[in-house]
């Protein structure tokens, strides 16, 4: 029978992924246990950014204006199903509640300590698990319909210049030179050559669990529905009654990181962001950037197994079934937007986006112990924000000053 490991991680996505070899890189016994195995969840279809100027949160005025007009056309960016809105209703409240401007200034201060310490924890990351080819660095083009659209966005650009950031605005000839091929109608543009990319993101996580594997690290399939701890360990209890223990537990689940965590008392607003895709063949259209058509809640992506269409935002939880006609819709406006891409041979792919209510992830010790660390709950950013959460995991565990103040990120905050 094989020794407890120093460490269980939940979860084979790239976050979990991630903190699992920062924790190896500190001398730790580790294993890593997922209901699928690596890269089945999120971390598969997402648009494979890294998305470090992107520090504003989701809950914030800018959205609070859009979300009347996005949730009146039912396959617009942002929807939430008729029977599924009672349900939501109280995770909505909240979200609401953070929209405030002091909400969001306190938001923005986290989230661009978190992005910051990601964006210098990620190349050297990426080096040390010999995936640093797979980085890309070609920036990403934010298109505008009119000079109105353009106008809304400034104060966003605005906040990321006092942060550093950097950006330029252009018109139609600058965008043309940069990404030919765009339709008319998109008049301006905002470009940020610090938006980088990953060649792919489930290649990318499959490649960083095999280094796990190679180094040491074991990698196992249970569902795990629950957490005991007894002070001294923390035990696992998987389906069929299996019971795995070890020193400390990283949650590191996705969607269903907040059904785990209240078995141990921690009672986590986690939503499911339903994100859907098409991913077209490498051929299908000459992308040289990536591009977001923020009006429209989507973006364009080239990864190296193909042109990614993919976005918007259904609040619909873990159970309903996919509902295609949202990949349909967005590939439809793509190829208004792009009228040289050529949609056919795409494949779609629906996945559940963790989120809570601030646009902040939970990052931090359980109420009822310090053996058991949360990392969960990024939304949008799990990519982004991957080598940063696992810094922070190895030093909450290890017992080190973490890198960036974490109280924003506390489970315990709601």
Not at 35 to 64: C, K, M, Q, V, Y
Not at 74 to 101: E, H, K, N
Not at 227 to 240: C, F, Q, R
Request: proline share 7%.
């Amino acid at each position: 029978m094989a020794p407890d490991p120093d460490v269980f991680v939940v979860g084979a996505g790239v976050i979990g992924i991630s903190a699992a070899l920062a924790l190896q890189a500190r001398g730790l016994s580790v294993a890593v246990v997922d209901r699928e195995g690596p890269a089945a969840g999120a971390s598969a279809g997402n648009a494979g950014a890294f998305a470090f100027t992107d520090i504003l949160p989701l809950a914030s005025p800018g959205i609070l204006r859009k979300a009347p007009k996005w949730l009146l056309d039912p396959l617009g960016p942002l929807s939430v199903p008729t029977a599924y809105a009672l349900q939501i209703a109280p995770w909505m409240f909240r979200f609401w509640r953070a929209c405030s401007p002091r909400n969001v200034a306190h938001s923005t201060v986290a989230q661009t300590a978190l992005m910051d310490l990601s964006r210098a924890e990620l190349e050297p990351f990426l080096h040390a698990t010999g995936t640093a080819a797979m980085l890309r660095k070609d920036g990403n083009l934010q298109v505008y319909e009119s000079e109105a659209e353009f106008q809304v966005s400034l104060p966003g650009w605005r906040v990321r210049a006092e942060h550093g950031i950097d950006f330029r605005h252009m018109g139609a000839a600058e965008m043309a030179d940069l990404q030919p091929g765009l339709a008319p109608r998109f008049g301006l543009a905002t470009f940020t050559p610090g938006w980088y990319s990953i060649a792919d993101p489930k290649l990318y996580t499959i490649a960083l669990a095999e280094r796990f594997r190679q180094q040491g690290g074991a990698l196992l399939r249970d569902e795990i529905w629950g957490l005991e701890t007894d002070g001294n360990s923390v035990t696992l209890l998987g389906a069929g009654g299996v019971r795995r223990r070890a020193g400390h537990v990283v949650l590191a689940a996705g969607a269903f990181s907040h059904r785990i965590a209240r078995t141990i008392g921690d009672r986590i607003p986690l939503e499911t962001e339903r994100g859907y895709n098409t991913t077209l063949p490498a051929d299908a259209f000459d992308l040289r950037t990536q591009i977001t058509f923020g009006g429209h809640g989507f973006v364009i992506t080239r990864l190296s197994t193909g042109i990614r269409v993919g976005g918007a935002v259904e609040f619909g939880g873990l159970s309903r079934p996919p509902d295609f006609r949202r990949s349909e819709a967005m590939l439809a406006k793509a190829r208004a937007f792009l009228p040289g891409l050529r949609p056919e041979g795409g494949v779609q792919w629906m996945g559940f986006r963790p989120s809570l209510p601030d646009s902040l992830p939970a990052i931090g010790r359980a109420r009822a112990t310090s053996r058991v660390i949360h990392a969960f709950g990024h939304g949008h950013l799990g990519l982004t924000q991957s080598a940063g959460t696992a810094r922070l995991v190895a030093d909450l565990v290890t017992g080190r000053a973490p890198a960036i103040e974490i109280a924003p990120f506390s489970p315990q905050r709601f």
